[in-house]
């Protein structure tokens, strides 16, 4: 990823809430997200996030930007672990089922594990079966781990998936 795929970037990632959190998180709130002001938030991230984070796009044949995934170091807290995170994969939802998010995901998982981590982990939203179910194709597992954020005033709950890596 380079600092000018970060508007293409944007616009797949809130394109992408929007489609996949329709019915879990208020959709006023969906309806609210901007991608311009996302894009201003991914630039800063970029700019400066640590040597450890990882951001890898796909792009079709023409190079245009399909897809987006990002991991580093498992976060437990304000503590980096010695397993590897899936931060985010978001795919152009005109993509889906294309295996742009397989592609992703296998290269996140070929990288961690070179990198030597044990395993991976994510955070995927309870409801979210589609998620579930890709995740749960490519190895990973729900690990018994859950927790919940609130997105304008309402509880969204998350369970944590994780993989063995090999190395």
Known sequence: ???????????????????AYRGLMPQPYLDGLSVTEDAERRRSLFTRAPAHMVNLVAEDPDGEVVGWACHGPYRDGERLTADAELYAIYVDTGRFGTGVGQALLQESVRRCSAAGHGRMLLWVLRGNTRARRFYERAGFAADGAEEASEVDGVSVPEVRYARALAG
């Open 1 to 19: 990823m380079t600092l000018a795929d970060c508007d293409r970037v944007s616009e797949i990632r809130v394109r992408g809430w929007q489609s």
